[in-house]
Each structure stands twice: as structure tokens, then as C-alpha cells.
């Protein structure tokens, strides 16, 4: 299923850091290995297809543009969700 007007775009993950035993930064770029583009607060939703059907989850962005760093999110690993458990094992 897809909303009329929703605009997604594919992102790669281009490394990812062990923070902690239950964390991990993931660092973004569009999928064509070209820099995210973003603002500082910003976030971003993933869709996850499981079982047909779409799940979104969102991440707030761990990194600064004002440093000029590559986007990325920082991940904990969650008892009980789905996809924290997924990213992090």
C-alpha cells in the first residue's frame, strides 16, 4: 500500500559503529552514495515491509550538519521492538 503523494527515497547505511553492546550508529547516504542532505532536529522514518505489509518506524538524526558529519542514527537495542532488536543483532 502507498499513499498518493508520498515521496520515498532509498537510503544505504555506510557504516555502522558498536557504541555500547546495545547501541549502534548507523551512518546514512542516499543510494546512489551521494551525502544525505539534512537539518539539524531532523528526523527520519523508515518503512519496514514485514509479512506484506508496511511498518514505519522514526529515528531522530544522531548527527550535526553544523560539523559537517554524514547523517546518522544512534539505535538502542529495545527488549521488545522489532526493529531495534533486528538493527543491533
Avoid at 546514512?28 to 551521494?34: H, M, R, V, Y
Avoid at 518506524?57 to 521488545?80: F, Q
Amino acid at each position: 500500500m502507498s499513499l498518493a503523494g508520498t515521496f520515498y527515497k532509498k537510503v544505504r547505511i555506510s557504516a555502522i559503529r558498536q557504541e555500547t553492546a546495545n547501541v549502534k550508529t548507523f551512518v546514512l547516504e542516499q543510494a546512489d552514495g551521494q551525502p544525505l542532505q539534512y537539518a539539524a532536529g531532523q528526523f527520519i522514518t523508515f518503512v519496514f515491509k514485514l509479512a506484506a505489509k508496511e511498518e514505519r518506524r522514526s529515528y531522530s538524526l544522531s548527527s550535526s550538519p553544523a560539523l559537517n558529519e554524514p547523517a546518522a542514527i544512534t539505535v538502542k537495542r529495545v527488549v521488545n521492538g522489532i526493529y531495534s532488536r533486528h538493527l543491533i543483532d
